[in-house]
């Protein structure tokens, strides 16, 4: 799948599933969960040492799903991740010799910045978004619209304590798409094996992006309180 694919439906969905779990099993369950909702991308964290072995597995059952490498930190592992089947790569840092790695293998990268030099840095290498992480705890919504004006054509990721409460809010303020991780698959869920539940999430986050692109914020029907994280 070209870069361009990748980007194309991730920023149709505008939600990146962020999985960052301690095993295969879960990861597995996790994944699988998400991509009964609609999400087309899956981020699974290298943090994992059987991170590789759950992309194989996930690019072979479901060849439609967006698979990809997070908290990728090195040239070395970047290669690890394709052997396995990734279809982009994420970092929560700006390593520039990872992007020259994607551009050369021709792979959708999401580089990790923050400061608005390295949001432009990472632009300028020709990344396909720039992630913003972690978002929350640098000035939220706000933040992100300053970097829109800054960069109006950039096209911004958000991740990092994106919940149910403020998701809406980073797309009104210029987000393309958001990284959500333990907000959209809780820890208790995962370890209760509550698919159902996972599935509401998603398909919540799913309407509060679709209802912000849409100029709208949703009702929030007292929905944010019930679901709690574990």
Same mark, same amino acid.
């Given at each position: 799948?070209?870069? @361009?694919?990748?980007? +194309?439906?991730?920023?149709e969905i505008g939600?990146?599933? !962020?999985i960052?779990v301690?095993s295969? #099993?879960?990861a597995l369950?996790a994944?699988?969960a998400? !991509?009964?909702t609609g999400?087309?991308a899956? #981020? *699974?964290? $290298?943090t /994992?040492?059987?991170? %590789?072995?759950?992309?194989?597995y996930l690019?072979q059952?479901?060849?439609?799903?967006?698979?990809?490498a997070?908290?990728? /930190?090195?040239v070395?592992?970047?290669?690890? !991740?394709?052997?396995a089947?990734?279809?982009?790569l994420?970092?929560?840092? /700006?390593?520039?010799?990872?992007l020259?790695f994607a551009?050369?293998?021709?792979i959708?990268v999401?580089? +990790?910045?923050l400061?608005p030099? #390295?949001v432009?840095?990472?632009w300028?290498?020709?990344c396909?978004f720039v992630k913003v992480?972690?978002?929350?705890?640098?000035?939220?919504?706000a &933040?992100?619209? !300053?970097?829109?004006r800054?960069? %109006?054509?950039?096209?911004l *990721?958000?991740a990092g304590?994106i919940?149910?409460q403020?998701?809406?809010?980073y797309?009104l303020?210029g987000?393309s798409a958001l +990284?959500?991780?333990? #907000? $959209?698959?809780?820890?208790?869920?995962?370890?209760r094996?509550e698919g159902?539940r996972?599935h509401?999430?998603?398909?919540? &986050?799913?309407?509060f992006v679709?209802?912000a692109? @849409? +100029?709208r914020l %949703?009702q929030?029907?007292g929905? &944010? $309180?019930? &679901?709690?994280?574990?």
């Open positions: 799948m070209k870069p @361009e694919e990748v980007r +194309g439906r991730i920023e939600i990146v599933a !962020s960052r301690e295969k #099993e879960d369950f994944a699988e998400v !991509s009964q999400i087309p899956i #981020e *699974i964290a $290298l /994992l040492e059987a991170a %590789p072995e759950v992309i194989s690019a059952q479901d060849p439609q799903l967006i698979v990809g997070g908290s990728v /930190l090195n070395e592992l970047a290669q690890h !991740s394709l052997d089947g990734a279809r982009f994420t970092s929560d840092r /700006l390593h520039l010799p990872l020259e551009g050369k293998k021709e959708a999401f580089p +990790g910045a400061t030099t #390295e432009i840095t990472a300028e290498t020709g396909d992480v972690p978002c929350a705890q640098i000035g939220g919504e &933040y992100i619209r !300053s970097l829109r800054m960069f %109006p054509k950039i096209r *990721i958000a304590g919940d149910q403020t998701a809406s809010n797309i303020a987000a +990284g959500i991780g333990r #907000e $959209l698959i809780p820890a208790g869920a995962i370890r094996r159902d996972i509401e999430l998603a398909h919540r &986050y799913i309407r679709k209802s692109r @849409e +100029g %949703p929030p029907e929905v &944010y $309180l019930r &679901y709690p994280k574990n």
